[in-house]
């Protein structure tokens, strides 16, 4: 099996998993809330994951994306 971890497409950098945790911790939210049925609280986890997704464009443009100079990937022996 081929590790190919150098693969630029996988965005294991800071930007992608802080978008990816933040719009995770939205989406379970908001999933709670409707089964709550509160409808204003799904609507700021929508929020949440759209912000999510700023912060990770954010964050890339900032250096911190797989391509960025402020990133350094680490080694996976």
Excluded: E
Excluded at 31 to 53: D, E
Excluded at 66 to 72: A, E, H, M, N
Aim: aromatic share 10%; hydrophobic share 50%.
């Amino acid at each position: 099996m081929s590790n190919q971890h150098g693969d630029p497409g996988h965005g294991d950098s800071p930007a992608a998993w802080t978008a990816v945790v933040v719009m995770l911790i939205g989406i379970a939210a908001g999933t709670v809330f409707f089964f709550l049925h509160m409808p204003t609280l799904v609507w700021v986890c929508v929020g949440v994951v759209a912000l999510g997704l700023v912060l990770g464009g954010i964050l890339a443009k900032a250096g911190y994306g797989v391509k960025g100079p402020r990133f350094t990937p680490k080694s996976h022996d």
